[in-house]
């Protein structure tokens, strides 16, 4: 049996708060953990009539920009592609708005903190 690297148990950790974050929020998680020739999507979502692609970042702490800080330009890129795949994959809801959200989680101790910010970035915006 091999042993879990502690970031990655970190990350599924965080995957896990971020669902039932989102489900709070009155998301409807449509998938988790999509691949796509271009790589995965962490969560497709629904909030109301708008199709959400979740980018998932964990951390330890907000030290070093924190989780927000992964998203950078390349980063968003990428996601914009694999968006592109899925709905290519799932012509049933190319006709729905999208967007992208960023859920930031960081883990201090026993205590959560997390944000969720909507609409987080659109193409285009480089």
Do not use: S
């Not at 990655?8 to 998680?29: D, F, K, T």
């Not at 070093?64 to 998203?71: F, N, T, Y």
């Amino acid at each position: 049996m091999t042993a879990t690297a502690p970031h990655l148990a970190l990350g599924r950790q965080g995957e896990e708060r971020a669902v039932e974050h989102l489900r709070r929020l009155g998301y409807r998680i449509m998938a988790r953990n999509v691949r796509t020739r271009f790589g995965e999507l962490d969560l497709v979502a629904r909030d109301g009539d708008t199709l959400v692609f979740c980018e998932v970042k964990t951390r330890r702490d907000g030290d070093c920009g924190g989780p927000a800080a992964a998203i950078d330009w390349r980063k968003q890129q990428r996601l914009v592609r694999l968006a592109g795949a899925f709905l290519q994959q799932n012509p049933q809801w190319e006709e729905l708005e999208c967007r992208f959200d960023a859920v930031l989680l960081w883990r201090q101790g026993p205590e959560w903190r997390i944000q969720v910010i909507a609409d987080a970035f659109r193409p285009g915006w480089w």
